[in-house]
């Protein structure tokens, strides 16, 4: 996560050198360097290269690239590096993170949210977008390289977008760098300064800690924000970058490595540079200003950070996932679903992905809380025996980042929930075959959407609201901070079914490596590669053969979830390539505005507010101004545990016939 300030102290240090050259059979320049790549460090590179090459009359929430941009980008600057003779031997992602790296987490999720209410006080009404379908044009090799673009006051308006890693890795699975692309049970800069062992290996990152591992004499860094491409005299295509060799910058410094430096920088963040090394120099003890043996310690433990000894490395892999991390094989996880599974000895806590959404009000991804309370409650499939109860979210209330306890349900309250689900996907599947849509999952989740806000009693949002979110049409020039929170709503939706399925799929895949493995011992044909595969798994034989038959159907329909890009596209995407006529999306609208009216009539709608702004005074419900209560604490609606109103037999509806609308089981009371 990087050592704020290291870099920039130590870029004089660094050389700028040669990495390969496109002329085919040049002995002039180096080429066939090796390069291992720092898989987050390359996505946000992306983004940022994107984002600093938008068309200048774009808004900042059209400016920023879509997730499909994204994935291509990154595929073609690989292709690029390939070009000037190197080869992509690695790309490694986080999978895991340690507990002493939570506390920096959560400090960046709190920045997000310092950068979100600085949008919203800078722009109160909305953001300015265009009403005619902008050219889409892709972000080119070239972009990705040129580091000579800065971001301009209004391109670091908002946060990052949530999911960025997922889309670039969604985008590296279908092209010819799945292979070599790995989600690690670990952080991607252990994975990767590990890799480099091997000598004459040149890393790519845009994170400092790679500076501090023994890498060996031999082993390069380079940053990728420092990329360049030159011509030569003899008319010969270049690539440049300040390379660094931790060694000998350590050597030119007089110290035996790097890592009492970064420490002393890490400490004093306004110290300079040869204040650092002279402090470096010195007895760790000595300079204490408290305790000596509290330094110590606090050294030690920064120290062993960045152990890459083999045993070590070992031992972070034992304990670690449970799955395959080639995201060629089908069933890999998400950096944050990898992180929760990989908890040992049972899951835990999970960060959420930070959405832009309105921080004055309730936490976008409540729209789809009950969906992930279900995915986790399907991990207490493993292996019933543990004392799994509940995971912890971290996720944005009001200006704080906090940690929200979930109870998981039970086994038969999850295989409840996974029928009803099921139910309800396999009825919209039949109403949505009169439409064009080659997707139930947009229409699906916009339906998930509105009936929350029915359910809750919070003002329903108009029609040309809905319009404007799902098919990215609007009837002004401007994007008002409702549209951009039910957006964002629409996200949590969609992503939560992504890790349901990510969740049941390495469910499944665990379950079914156990039985094959049972299979062979019985046989007597178990090999060294299936043992260690087999004793890596949390299953027992038991439980693996005993797994919910609903689970298996309802991972079954979850397949046919795009990728990330397509399944989450942008607004400008929306405009251009429209997933449904005008028409055909107005009428899908009437029937669930319609559907869900039907629903609630003569039923308790309390004192709705007028304003459509999510915020109403109801005798219901209640939503949150600033999304924080007197206690610090948003109120919260309570939900049934299935979320689908049921008569006494069992079906939905009325007189015990179930509903042909599926619109009628959004779980209105």
């Known amino acids: 996560m990087g050592v704020p300030h290291l870099t920039k102290q130590l870029h004089a240090f660094a050389e700028f050198a040669p990495l390969g050259c496109k002329s085919e059979g040049c002995k002039e320049h180096p080429s066939g360097k090796k390069i291992i790549i ?13 984002l600093a090459h938008s068309p200048s009359d774009l808004g900042p929430i059209d400016a920023i690239p879509s997730y499909d941009k994204l994935g291509k980008a990154t595929v073609a600057f690989l292709d690029e590096l390939q070009s000037y003779g190197t080869t992509v031997e690695h790309i490694f992602f986080d999978g895991a993170i340690s507990k002493d790296r939570e506390e920096i987490r959560i400090l960046r999720l709190e920045a997000c949210v310092k950068q979100l209410s600085f949008a919203h006080g800078t722009y109160l009404s909305g953001f300015e977008v265009s009403k005619e379908t902008a050219t889409i044009a892709p972000i080119t090799a070239a972009e990705t390289i040129d580091s000579t673009r800065t971001l301009t006051p209004s391109r670091k308006a908002l946060p990052a977008p949530a999911f960025i890693v997922p889309a670039v890795l969604d985008a590296l699975r279908v092209s010819g760098y799945a292979s070599v692309t790995s989600v690690v049970p670990g952080e991607a800069d252990l994975f990767c300064a590990r890799a480099a062992f091997d000598p004459d290996r040149t890393i790519f990152t845009n994170d400092s800690d790679l500076l501090l591992y023994d890498l060996g004499a031999s082993v390069e860094v380079v940053f990728l924000n420092g990329l360049e491409i030159k011509s030569s005299p003899s008319n010969c295509v270049i690539l440049y970058a300040h390379v660094s060799q931790p060694s000998k910058i350590a050597s030119r410094l007089g110290l035996r490595g790097l890592r009492r430096l970064a420490f002393e920088i890490r400490e004093d963040k306004s110290i300079n540079l040869r204040s650092a090394v002279m402090r470096a120099k010195q007895s760790v003890a000595t300079l204490a200003r408290g305790s000596p043996s509290t330094r110590r310690n606090a050294f030690k433990e920064f120290e062993n950070e960045y152990d890459t000894s083999l045993s070590g490395f070992e031992a972070i892999t034992r304990a670690g996932m449970t799955f395959g991390t080639d995201v060629s094989q089908g069933s890999f996880l998400d950096p944050r679903v990898s992180e929760l599974v990989s908890q040992s000895p049972y899951p835990s806590s999970i960060f959420l992905p930070f959405l832009t959404d309105d921080r004055t009000r309730i936490s976008a991804w409540d729209v789809s809380r009950e969906l992930r309370y279900f995915a986790y409650s399907c991990l207490l499939f493993k292996n019933s025996d543990t004392s799994l109860e509940q995971v912890s979210e971290y996720l944005r209330r009001g200006s704080r980042i906090v940690e929200d306890d979930v109870r998981l349900l039970s086994c038969e309250e999850t295989v409840e929930y996974a029928t009803t689900l099921v139910e309800r996907l396999e009825r919209f599947k039949v109403f949505l075959a009169d439409f064009s849509t080659q997707s139930i999952w947009r229409p699906y989740a916009l339906c998930e959407v509105f009936g929350w806000y029915h359910d809750s009693g919070r003002k329903l949002p108009s029609k040309d609201t809905l319009t404007t979110v799902f098919s990215g049409t609007t009837k002004s020039e401007q994007l008002s901070w409702n549209e951009v929170h039910i957006s964002a709503q629409l996200q949590a939706v969609l992503y939560s079914l992504r890790m349901l399925h990510q969740i049941l799929s390495h469910l499944i895949g665990d379950a079914e490596e156990m039985i094959k493995a049972d299979r062979m011992v019985r046989k007597g044909t178990l090999t060294e590669h299936a043992i260690r595969r087999a004793s890596r798994l949390e299953f027992s034989y038991e439980h693996a053969k005993q797994l919910p038959y609903e689970l298996l159907v309802l991972d079954e329909l979850l397949r046919t979830l795009p990728l990330l890009g397509e399944l989450i596209p942008s607004r400008l995407e929306l405009t251009a390539t429209p997933a449904m006529p005008a028409a055909e999306v107005e009428h899908l609208l009437d029937v669930l505005i319609s559907s869900v009216q039907e629903d609630s009539d003569g039923g308790e709608q309390g004192n709705i507010a007028s304003k459509e702004d999510g915020r109403v005074e109801t005798t219901t419900a209640t ?34 016939q179930a509903s042909n609308n599926p619109f009628s089981i959004l779980g209105s009371e």
Not at 38 to 50: K, N, V
Not at 628 to 639: A, L, M, R
Request: aromatic share 4%; net charge negative; charged share 30%.
């Open 623 to 656: 939503d949150d101004l600033d999304g924080e209560s007197s206690e610090g604490k948003e109120p919260c609606v309570e939900t049934d545990v299935i979320g689908v109103s049921k008569s006494e037999d069992g079906h939905d509806g009325q007189n015990g």
């Open 38 to 50: 720092d898989g987050p460090s390359l996505a946000y590179h992306i983004y940022h290269c994107g």
